[in-house]
């Protein structure tokens, strides 16, 4: 793995790298490691990529999770809206919302998983 990644000028950080086998049974497998250069790799039930959750179940509950505490720290900003000026809420409200690429990741999902969360 790499020396595909060296011959696409892509790095693998061992430290960093993490495997999710993604689907409905996966229960039903049995846990899977991947051993590179000595350092073993284990799968995980949820992973962070490019900001977005994803778990094995592919269910996105741990990101409508993530989206449930934004909301509620937005929310929580207006105990001190009077402190802050306009630019600096307009700042605020773009770190914890706007996250366009994310939209991409969605599409396919079904509408019960990203409406309302339990």
Not at 8 to 34: A, C, F, Q
Not at 63 to 88: E, G, M, P
């Amino acid at each position: 793995m790499k020396v595909w990644m060296m011959t696409n000028k892509l790095k693998l950080y061992d430290d960093k790298t993490e495997i999710i086998i993604l689907g409905k049974d996966v229960h039903s497998i049995p846990t899977t490691t991947l051993n590179i250069n000595g350092n073993i790799i284990l799968t995980s039930k949820r992973i962070k990529n490019l900001g977005v959750y994803l778990d094995n179940g592919t269910s996105i509950s741990s990101h409508v999770n993530v989206c449930r505490a934004a909301y509620f720290k937005i929310r929580k900003r207006s105990t001190i809206q009077n402190i802050l000026d306009w630019k600096v809420t307009t700042a605020l409200i773009t770190t914890l919302c706007l996250q366009g690429f994310q939209k991409i990741l969605y599409k396919g999902f079904k509408l019960s998983n990203i409406s309302q969360p339990d």
